[in-house]
């Protein structure tokens, strides 16, 4: 069984930063990882991904803003969010698609979720 643990929400202004950490159980270096956000009334966004090579895709909304990276000695996924604006509240997940890894920002391939930590940015 995977587990995915997110820590690092919280509010901010608009502008600022925030970093995110998702820990990982099981083998994490062959896992394709994903955040993910949803607000309020809003379908699921897949906000970036990253493969196990280190291979990366970002939704365009986040292009320029946000740097996804992986720790795989210490099985840890991050996302490095700056210049925060008030649409970028939401919760954010992360997920992992074990097998096979599939680098992708649509749900479907991933079959791991973490409970979510909140992001809250005020204009």
């Known amino acids: 069984q995977v587990q995915l643990v997110e820590s690092g929400g919280d509010s901010v202004q608009a502008g600022g930063s925030l970093r995110l950490s998702c820990a990982v159980s099981?083998?994490?270096?062959?896992?394709?990882m994903g955040w993910f956000r949803q607000a309020p009334g809003k379908e699921r966004e897949g906000v970036v991904a990253?493969?196990?090579?280190?291979?990366?895709t970002y939704g365009d909304s986040v292009k320029g803003r946000f740097t996804i990276s992986r720790d795989n000695a210490k099985n840890m996924l991050y996302l490095e969010m700056n210049s925060l604006k008030p649409e970028d509240t939401a919760m954010y997940s992360c997920a992992a698609a074990t097998s096979p890894c599939v680098l992708s920002l649509d749900h479907r391939p991933y079959n791991y979720w973490g409970q979510g930590t909140q992001v809250t940015v005020s204009s």
């Open positions: 990253i493969d196990k090579d280190g291979r990366t």
């Open positions: 099981g083998y994490y270096p062959s896992y394709c």
